[in-house]
């Protein structure tokens, strides 16, 4: 089937976080991809208004009248969508653009042969993936039956070695022995603050602590990995191509790898991705990996059978963009069987 037309919205979000959070300025945005046999993808990336103006004012001449017909026809758009954005892309608002686009793409193969991506992608290696909860709302966790969650936690100071005990003491009493605990600290720890806390914690037993330093610490964070053992060092939602994350197995830098599947070049970029995580022997658990997008990838790959998801999203007042996805039910989650990735655009918000 040939591309007829490629359009990327930001859609009219209302539920966002304070202004001086980047999250309120570049937040996701629906990219939908029009074919001659009739079949319309949809895709989801990141990047705001900056990457609807990517897709919509520079990427699109390059795809339409594109054939796509399989994954590698798919990947050789990916690649020249990536080679032309060079100049002001490599990461960031341009990648999450392209990533959208990827979607859509992976979308509409999926429903032009009436199939979930993840049968595209290759054969299910997992039924229900066990889900995480990101957010300390202990009782929501309960509620949703989950076994495994993520508390954010920031440093500013001294008093924060405490909040931290307290925050995963109260998890892992709620949560009792065999749950998974994660904190995110969102480059916020110095590395020094890491390693303490490595012991603080240990009674608890936490599973991995998230983007400890930033991506452009990766000989710090390759030198703090020994000293927080057994602690999983988590990282890669701000990393955005295969050769970032090739880097960051070039310099071992982290015991887990977190892509995120809507920002990090789509199903194509992930799917490099993984490969690289294979070679290096690391594992993977896709940031915002609950989402249809990550599941669909989770289910058809060896990522680590471990989905993020984001329970207060599913509280009223609700602002869902797609319809349709797949929700935690005793602690676990699946995505659908429906062709493509088996959701629908909500109109009512763009
Ligand atoms: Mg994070």
């Not at 591309?3 to 304070?18: E, F, G, I």
């Not at 793409?105 to 290696?125: K, M």
């Not at 490099?272 to 989402?291: K, Q, T, Y």
Request: net charge negative; proline share 7%.
């Amino acid at each position: 089937m040939k591309v007829t037309d490629v359009r990327a919205a930001y859609p009219r979000w209302r539920q966002l976080p304070p202004a001086d959070a980047w999250q309120a300025h570049f937040w996701q945005i629906a990219v939908r991809v029009t074919t001659d046999v009739g079949v319309t993808g949809y895709g989801y990336g990141g990047g705001g208004q900056p990457a609807v103006h990517v897709v919509n004012d520079h990427l699109r001449r390059f795809l339409i009248g594109r054939s796509i017909d399989d994954d590698a026809t798919i990947g050789a758009a990916w690649d020249d969508l990536y080679r032309v954005s060079i100049p002001y892309g490599r990461g960031g608002v341009a990648q999450m653009a392209l990533s959208g686009v990827d979607l859509a793409l992976w979308d509409a193969l999926g429903r032009a042969e009436r199939c979930p991506v993840h049968r595209l992608i290759g054969p299910r290696s997992k039924g229900r993936v066990r889900a995480y909860a990101t957010g300390g709302d202990l009782e929501l966790a309960a509620r949703y039956g989950y076994s495994a969650m993520k508390l954010s936690h920031d440093w500013r100071g001294q008093d924060d070695f405490d909040s931290a005990v307290e925050g995963v003491a109260a998890a892992r009493a709620a949560l009792g022995p065999a749950a998974q605990i994660m904190i995110d600290c969102y480059m916020s720890w110095p590395v020094g603050v890491a390693a303490r806390m490595a012991e603080l914690l240990a009674p608890y037993a936490p599973h991995w602590f998230e983007d400890v330093a930033t991506p452009d610490h990766l000989g710090e964070l390759a030198a703090l990995r020994p000293r927080v053992k057994p602690v999983l060092l988590a990282g890669g939602e701000h990393d955005y191509t295969p050769a970032a994350f090739a880097e960051v197995g070039r310099r071992g830098a982290l015991d887990l790898w977190q892509p995120d599947v809507t920002w990090a070049g789509g199903i194509t970029g992930a799917l490099r991705i993984l490969d690289l995580a294979r070679r290096h022997g690391v594992p993977v658990v896709p940031h915002r990996g609950g989402e249809p997008w990550g599941l669909h990838l989770i289910v058809a790959t060896d990522c680590i059978d471990l989905a993020e998801t984001m329970p207060a999203r599913w509280q009223e007042p609700r602002e869902d963009l797609w319809i349709g996805e797949p929700q935690v039910l005793d602690g676990s989650i699946e995505p659908g069987d429906e062709p493509g990735f088996g959701v629908r655009l909500n109109e009512a918000l763009l």
